[in-house]
């Protein structure tokens, strides 16, 4: 595009709109860049929302965007897309440009995350103060509020809410990649708006006033800790009576990474609010919100990144007492790592991971959920320290994380006692659900972790008159009466007053605690261990058997000398289940039970006792037993403990195909074109002469049986229990009939030409070659119709 000449602002737009139609993506973003370049403010104002949504989408996800989320490094499209988007490049360019004149851009409340859009229609003040002084009142009322953003946070808030919009993906694609163009950018914007090193860069663009002002800023008597706490003002009367703040020169530096951080983590984990969580706990109750594995990927992301950003900060500044820093000694920056994990993401994301513990499926997707637990609880290992690596089982935890632990203990003790009730109802046979409870229990097994835990749950459970006692006392120094003591008693005070802070902010002042080292959960990791000694036993069964059977299935039983029984296809056993995965399930499920019996401090007499009663009341490993059940109206029920047998592997009903087997699925070693040519000619034959076979197969002598022996299936006498509905279906399906199906198989199709070669060196036509055929088929069935009992009976 030439260098345009200045017009009206619906001309360009309706110009572009145009283009967005015609032309392909790397020309439309060339022709942009020019126009952010060339055009003034005033006009890029008009398109801005446009842009921003043909980028990310629309918030209800009809219009997809450039979908982001699905363009992948090997797209030819993936680098311009990138250099557009980039922190430094010319969308961010066109941000600073609007950001500087001031501009305003509407987004409706009904799209802000559950929580704090029910306490703007509520009247009440969110407690994120990103929302403080931006409503817009519209004469209709409350329920069509909007919120007025800058430029910058416009264009944040499309950006985040593109992770959580409905998308349809198309077939064989799906967006949990975290080499998509999305995942990569938010790594960007992360690493450059909240930096390890160095300062946050300025912005690249100036206007006539030299640089561009923070929006809304913070008041330098408005410390981070009041952030994240919720205020009960009435809504009304906090726009209308907004005291006037005056901008602390030196938080103009950081606003952008205030801003970017609170509307990623709003957006991404502020959907449950304490009152909704506990609301949810009901069945009846609808989620609200289910989050994806994309998302809970990204979320992870964030996690690991802050870690990282705070774990940078100089370690004079984090050995200092927080009343020692002000304005004039610590750069904002350097305040905001001390405060970004605890004030900012604490809650919200505590509440994420309860809601996603509960309510995720119980498959192997659950991983990245944990990982994500996992990254937060364990915030030295993003120090990006050089240290000589030590094994797993000696790297022990720093003491100077003893206070992040306290601080998080909820995090600890909560989520494991959510994670054990998950843990139990998993199949731990399957190797991917036994790597995640490995990895649980190796984490918390690190040294002198759990003892942090401990003493966390021991300031907790401190009692309060001990506290009041206690605290006159504590704030006394030695030169005003007091001693070194009193002193040491105001530091416990005040780790005291820090975990019982904690956990009435997250569990509400009514909370019943259960302590991760108590009795009662305790009990539930017994229970554990003896489901993973169970699943262990099941893992090994498993393995003797499919070792013991590839070694007795020689080359000939692919010719017909092995069971060609189509059922065994049906045994459920899931290709984690074999070979390879077993072996690891095993090899996880042992170091488990060492780590758990590391943290909980248990014997290997304790260990062994455990496992030796549960042995007791198995059934000797045979696993040919059905489940526990009852029996019902309908059949058998299933009770609790026939569930866990069934989880677990240690037994199963014998599932056997009950449906016609003229339809079971075409198998892999079958001609898809000849069985259904065979099952038309059968079907056909079938049909026509069902009297004759009938009558034939109903005979008591010699003939019926023969007939009995070439037109019906053998296995349908098999005594098995059957619900109603199922034992209506066997009935039909034990009519004689003619089935063609086995010369399908491409076994018997080599069989075949093999006896037509062999008659060939013989000196045999087909015609004689398939009558030698026929009548050694018809000798067979004669002496299995006459000898078949007697073979069975020995």
């Known amino acids: 595009m030439a260098a345009p000449t200045l017009q009206q602002p619906s001309f360009l737009l309706a110009n572009l709109k145009a283009d967005a139609t015609t032309k392909p993506l790397p020309q439309r973003c060339q022709d942009l860049v020019k126009i952010i370049d060339d055009y003034p403010a005033k006009e890029l104002h008009f398109i801005f929302p446009w842009l921003v949504e043909s980028v990310f989408g629309s918030l209800d996800g009809i219009i997809t965007g450039w979908n982001l989320r699905l363009l992948h490094s090997r797209s030819n499209e993936y680098n311009i897309v990138m250099d557009f988007l980039n922190p430094s490049g010319p969308m961010m360019k066109l941000v600073y440009k609007l950001q500087a004149e001031e501009y305003k851009y509407e987004i409706p409340v009904n799209y802000l995350p559950g929580p704090v859009k029910a306490c703007i229609q509520e009247g009440v003040l969110p407690d994120c103060p990103l929302f403080h002084n931006k409503l817009q009142f519209p004469l209709s009322g409350l329920l069509t509020l909007n919120l007025a953003l800058n430029p910058f946070e416009f264009f944040m808030f499309n950006f985040a809410s593109c992770l959580i919009m409905p998308k349809t993906y198309p077939q064989g694609q799906h967006g949990c990649s975290t080499d998509s163009a999305y995942f990569v950018l938010v790594d960007t914007y992360l690493k450059y708006f909240l930096p390890s090193e160095g300062s946050v860069p300025p912005s690249p663009f100036s206007d006539s006033r030299g640089s561009v002002t923070a929006p809304s800023p913070r008041s330098s008597s408005v410390p981070f800790a009041g952030y994240g706490v919720?205020?009960?003002?009435l809504l009304k009367h906090h726009i209308f009576h907004q005291p006037s703040v005056n901008a602390d020169p030196a938080a103009q530096e950081i606003w952008r990474s205030e801003t970017l951080l609170q509307m990623f983590v709003e957006i991404w984990l502020h959907h449950y609010s304490l009152a909704m969580y506990q609301k949810l706990q009901s069945p009846q109750v609808k989620e609200p919100f289910t989050p994806t594995e994309e998302h809970v990927l990204?979320?992870?992301?964030?996690?690991?990144?802050?870690?990282?950003?705070?774990n940078s900060l100089k370690p004079e500044q984090l050995s200092s007492s927080p009343s020692a820093h002000s304005h004039t000694h610590t750069s904002p920056l350097e305040e905001f790592k001390r405060v970004v994990v605890q004030r900012f993401v604490q809650q919200k994301l505590y509440l994420f991971l309860q809601h996603c513990f509960s309510h995720w499926p119980l498959d192997a997707s659950f991983r990245a959920v944990l990982e994500t637990w996992l990254s937060y609880i364990q915030p030295w290992r993003y120090t990006g320290e050089k240290t000589n690596p030590q094994p797993d089982q000696n790297r022990t935890v720093p003491e100077k994380w003893e206070s992040f632990v306290q601080e998080n203990l909820l995090m600890y003790t909560k989520l494991f006692?959510?994670?054990?009730?998950?843990?139990?109802?998993?199949?731990?046979?399957?190797?991917?659900?036994?790597?995640?409870?490995?990895?649980?229990?190796?984490?918390?097994?690190?040294?002198d972790l759990a003892e942090m835990i401990q003493k966390g749950?021991?300031?907790?459970?401190?009692?309060?008159h001990v506290l009041h006692h206690r605290q006159p006392r504590g704030y006394l120094t030695p030169t005003q009466g007091g001693s070194y003591l009193s002193s040491r008693q105001k530091v416990v005070t005040d780790m005291v007053f820090r975990v019982k802070s904690h956990v009435y902010a997250l569990e509400g002042q009514d909370c019943q605690y259960k302590q991760m080292f108590g009795t009662e959960l305790r009990g539930a990791v017994m229970k554990l261990i003896q489901i993973i000694a169970q699943a262990r036993q099941t893992a090994k069964r498993i393995s003797d058997h499919s070792s013991e059977v590839a070694a007795?299935?020689?080359?000939?039983?692919?010719?017909?000398?092995?069971?060609?029984?189509?059922?065994?296809?049906?045994?459920?056993?899931?290709?984690?289940?074999?070979?390879?995965?077993?072996?690891?399930?095993?090899?996880?499920?042992?170091?488990?039970?060492e780590n758990l019996c590391q943290i909980f401090k248990l014997t290997q007499g304790q260990l062994t006792q455990l496992i030796s009663n549960l042995g007791s009341s198995q059934d000797d490993g045979n696993g040919k037993q059905l489940p526990d059940c009852i029996q019902g109206e309908n059949g058998l029920i299933l009770t609790d403990l026939g569930r866990r047998q069934i989880i677990n592997g240690l037994r199963r009903f014998d599932i056997q195909y009950q449906g016609d087997p003229e339809l079971q699925p075409i198998r892999s070693y079958e001609n898809a074109l000849l069985v259904r040519l065979f099952y038309r000619i059968s079907s056909l034959v079938n049909e026509r002469f069902r009297g004759h076979m009938n009558a034939l197969c109903s005979r008591p002598d010699f003939l019926g049986r023969l007939g009995r022996h070439y037109l019906t299936d053998p296995d349908c006498t098999t005594k098995l229990k059957h619900s109603p509905i199922s034992q209506r279906g066997l009935e039909r399906n034990r009519q004689p009939r003619l089935s063609l199906r086995l010369l399908a198989s491409y076994k018997t199709i080599?069989?075949?030409?093999?006896?037509?070669?062999?008659g060939a060196l013989l000196s045999f036509g087909p015609i004689s070659s398939t009558l030698v055929i026929l009548a050694g088929g018809f000798l067979y069935g004669l002496m299995m119709t006459l000898f078949g009992d007697k073979l069975k009976t020995h």
């Not at 006692?417 to 991917?432: E, H, M």
């Not at 749950?457 to 309060?464: K, N, T, V, Y």
Request: charged share 20%.
């Open 750 to 758: 080599l069989l075949l030409l093999l006896f037509y070669i062999f």
């Open 230 to 233: 919720h205020s009960p003002s």
């Open 457 to 464: 749950e021991q300031l907790f459970l401190e009692p309060e």
């Open 417 to 447: 006692q959510v994670f054990l009730n998950r843990a139990v109802r998993t199949d731990l046979v399957n190797a991917k659900n036994a790597l995640m409870v490995f990895r649980v229990a190796k984490v918390f097994a690190q040294p």
């Open 298 to 310: 990204v979320v992870r992301l964030l996690v690991k990144h802050l870690h990282a950003f705070s």
């Open 552 to 593: 007795n299935t020689s080359f000939l039983s692919w010719f017909g000398l092995g069971s060609s029984d189509l059922n065994n296809t049906f045994s459920g056993a899931e290709p984690e289940e074999s070979g390879e995965c077993l072996k690891k399930t095993h090899e996880f499920l042992e170091r488990a039970l």
